[in-house]
């Protein structure tokens, strides 16, 4: 009964709950930028053969690629478990391994341009960005307007191309 409002991947059906999908959002695999090297669509079953930067269990984009790679009957491959989006970045700028990330989290990181998007192809990886509120109380009248404002912007928001830029390729660097 404590949450107001939040926004939430792959929400399980709970009682105290009310959620609502309002956006698929397209995961990438996420490598550090390296000179020469432009971004490539990779194949489901090759992201098994990268070191991955990776939140600890239960996370759900971790979930989501252990169970996507699982039905290939391939384990995933961790370099180190990392929680919160700019420690993940930090460590693949660092050259620990890559990451699996929506592109508005590395668009929004300080220096974007460390870091190359590669699409996740064959088939590609997403996750469900649902709007949640508490099903124990009424929701007040502020939130029903921060919910619909919610609904209008967000897949703009979570579009780098239409808000925050494209992530450089590695040759644009400084």
Do not use: W
């Amino acid at each position: 009964g404590l949450l107001d409002l939040a926004l939430l991947s792959t929400v399980p059906p709970h009682p105290d709950i009310d959620s609502e999908f309002v956006h698929e959002e397209p995961l990438f695999l996420v490598t550090r930028n390296v000179a020469g090297v432009a971004p490539r669509a990779v194949p489901l079953s090759e992201l098994a053969t990268f070191a991955l930067v990776i939140p600890r269990r239960p996370n759900a984009f971790r979930v989501l690629v252990e169970d996507a790679l699982a039905k290939l009957g391939l384990p995933p491959r961790i370099a180190m478990e990392a929680d919160g989006v700019d420690a993940i970045l930090g460590l693949v700028a660092d050259g620990v391994g890559s990451a699996v990330l929506g592109a508005a989290a590395v668009a929004t990181a300080v220096v974007p341009g460390r870091y190359t998007i590669n699409p996740i192809g064959a088939p590609g990886l997403s996750t469900r960005i649902h709007l949640a509120t508490s099903s124990q109380r009424p929701t007040t009248q502020a939130q029903r307007a921060l919910m619909t404002l919610i609904r209008a912007t967000l897949p703009e928001a979570l579009d780098p191309s239409h808000r925050h830029g494209t992530p450089r390729h590695p040759d644009t660097c400084p």
